[in-house]
């Protein structure tokens, strides 16, 4: 697996190194790889996210503001967040969850309840980083998690 810099999460395929992807879609996977390296570092995310998106990484002034809202949501309401997941993990914990699964159903959850994403969109985009940065088990798992919160 290749990495464009130390602190991003390695790609398994090239699907998201397209230059054809949302505004939208770009901020949900540098969010994902902002949260990623601000934990493994010991980092607080605005502290993480403040030296990430600088306007040479972000050019787009109106993605790095939706980073910013998305990440905030999440800080915002992460009680909230994992009161939501939980239950829906059936024979799950958050614990056993890996990281990157953590990150994901957490941004998804956010979106949705907080800046009122789609239901259908959050869990589409969230398969899709699921399954690019872990495995196509892990996107059938956040699917169903998801649905289960998202879908009521």
Not at 21 to 29: A, C, N, Q, V
Not at 63 to 87: F, Q, S, Y
Not at 141 to 149: K, P
Request: net charge positive; hydrophobic share 35%.
């Amino acid at each position: 697996m290749s990495t464009s810099r130390s602190t991003d999460l390695p790609y398994r395929t090239k699907i998201f190194r397209r230059n054809n992807l949302g505004r939208r879609t770009k901020g949900r996977i540098f969010l994902l790889q902002c949260r990623y390296a601000a934990e493994a570092n010991g980092l607080s995310l605005a502290e993480n996210m403040e030296s990430m998106s600088a306007p040479e990484r972000v050019r787009d002034a109106e993605t790095r503001d939706w980073i910013k809202t998305l990440g905030d949501a999440v800080n915002t309401n992460l009680d909230e967040i994992h009161r939501k997941i939980e239950p829906a993990l059936r024979n799950w914990s958050m614990d056993r969850l890996t990281k990157i699964t953590r990150l994901i159903l957490e941004q998804s959850v956010a979106e949705t309840d907080y800046l009122n994403t789609p239901a259908a969109v959050a869990i589409q985009e969230a398969v899709r980083l699921a399954q690019e940065f872990e495995d196509d088990k892990t996107g059938s798992f956040v699917n169903g998690v998801l649905d289960r919160i998202l879908c009521k």
